[in-house]
């Protein structure tokens, strides 16, 4: 029954172009402040926690983005358990009767946390989005799938590891991830640092596909442009931030690129806002030594950014694209002479 | 000595009207109230209830008028009392995190609910974000 519900939503509300832009006419300031006057709110009682967020907006990506944004900001990532979780499910991946036992226990110990300290891991979030969405009369659901980043290995991920939601405005579905909009894992403390990150919300979904693949194809929202989850696990790492700065990658479209010595490589990018040249860099790191490099843009029209870069040396080489500070996503180059 | 007493027959009617105006409106508005009342107290019920887990009383479980602030939580026996009295169509929500959300909508004979919320069963799992520049594993 679920599945013929499902099917008929994504015949319904199959649209691969539904994202943040659709909703240019709405200005999120008065969510964004509900959800800041809430802060002190705890999750004892969600359905008056949803009345607060949601009973003073009119249009429903008004009530979902005050959830939302309370989400981010609210919610934080419980470092210590997600060590812990991601430790015993790659030690049980094998063993079905002992990884339930240990998902029952963490169930547990998850929703405890939550109440009392609102420390969660992704799934949390995407729980209690969909929660509070639930009662605000928004259909929201939780994704399960793969997550790829620069700390993953990203060759033996075996199975699924991270959590997201589809929300349903206006008749379409469209994706967001509030547990990467909120925190970064900080690499010299193991810790994780807050900074909330806007381009998550409502992501263009070709855009998500590059590092979130569903268990469920359909979850995509792409139909049959969907990616393979072949060609998903050769895709370009991309960080973060690259939600800050990107609403599309197009080129490179591969992560691991083997190309012969002179030859150019294009770099194509749709951004959320014009840069300039002096804001675009590449670092090209040979193992030894690591080389900044200003490309010269070809083009910016339309808040498109394409620049190629010429490789004359062989050798093999991780090439970093940043816009500003923002490290945006990275690529590996193996140079034949 | 005579008192002048010059009240004129116009007047006289016109107060003679109201007054049987107002013995006339009086029965009508005693009758309006009466239907009133008794609609109220046939339609409003003040409900009670307890809310359970497969283990038995859920403490803190909170039970809310959907789409209003109006809401209470369960005791430690599960036991609540809806703070105002409710009509039929009404919808209380009643939630615990880790339990799936469950709606009753109030009937006119609805006085006493038992709640049983089922365990929510979720997948944990998760991934962070990082912004740790990708370092290739070399040979050499």
Not at chain 1, 138 to 158: D, F, P, W
Not at chain 1, 222 to 249: C, V, W
Not at chain 1, 255 to 269: A, G
């Amino acid at each position: 029954m679920t599945l013929i519900r499902y099917i008929a939503l994504f015949i319904i509300a199959f649209q691969s172009n539904a994202q943040i832009s659709d909703f240019d006419h709405i200005d999120f300031r008065k969510a964004d402040s509900i959800a800041l006057a809430c802060k002190s709110e705890g999750l004892d009682n969600l359905p008056q926690l949803s009345y607060k967020l949601t009973s003073n907006l009119h249009t429903d990506v008004e009530r979902f983005r005050a959830i939302y944004m309370w989400v981010c900001t609210n919610l934080t990532n419980d470092y210590g358990l997600y060590a812990k979780n991601m430790k015993n499910r790659d030690k049980y991946r094998n063993d079905s009767l002992s990884l339930q036992a240990w998902n029952d226990e963490v169930t547990k110990d998850i929703f405890r946390k939550l109440v009392k300290h609102k420390k969660t891991i992704c799934t949390g979030y995407a729980y209690i989005l969909k929660e509070l969405s639930k009662l605000a009369d928004i259909q929201c659901e939780i994704i399960h799938g793969y997550g790829r980043t620069s700390t993953i290995n990203v060759a033996k991920l075996h199975a699924p590891n991270h959590s997201w939601n589809a929300v349903m405005l206006n008749n379409k579905w469209y994706l967001c991830d509030p547990t990467w909009a909120s925190g970064l894992e900080n690499p010299v403390s193991d810790s994780l640092k807050y900074e909330y990150i806007k381009g998550f919300f409502l992501v263009n979904p070709k855009f998500f596909a590059v590092n979130h693949y569903p268990i469920d194809q359909n979850w995509t929202l792409l139909g049959d442009q969907a990616p393979s989850f072949e060609s998903f696990m050769e895709a370009p790492i991309i960080y973060g931030k690259a939600y800050r700065n990107l609403t599309m990658h197009s080129t490179p479209k591969k992560f691991h690129n083997f190309i012969n010595r002179y030859q150019t490589v294009r770099f194509q990018y749709q951004l959320q806002k014009s840069v300039t040249q002096q804001h675009i860099r590449l670092e090209i790191d040979d193992g030894f030594n690591s080389k900044k490099i200003r490309p010269e843009i070809i083009s910016t029209h339309d808040q498109s950014l394409t620049f190629d870069y010429t490789f004359n040396y062989d050798g093999f080489y991780d090439v970093h694209l940043f816009i500003g500070d923002d490290l945006v996503s990275t690529y590996t180059f193996k140079v034949k002479s | 000595m005579k008192t002048q007493f010059n009240f004129p027959m116009k007047s006289f009617g016109l107060i003679a009207m109201m007054m049987i105006a107002i013995l006339a409106y009086n029965p009508m508005y005693a009758q309006t109230q009466t239907t009133a009342t008794s609609t109220q107290s046939n339609q409003e019920v003040t409900v009670k209830g307890t809310v359970n887990d497969e283990n038995g009383p859920l403490l803190g479980a909170s039970i809310t008028l959907k789409n209003s602030k109006i809401g209470t939580v369960s005791d430690e026996n599960g036991a609540f009392t809806f703070p105002k009295a409710l009509q039929p169509g009404d919808v209380l929500v009643f939630s615990f995190l880790g339990y799936e959300m469950k709606e009753i909508k109030i009937q006119k004979n609805t006085s006493f609910l038992k709640v049983v919320l089922e365990t929510d069963i979720v997948e944990i799992l998760g991934a962070l974000e990082s912004n740790k520049p990708y370092k290739s594993k070399r040979s050499n």
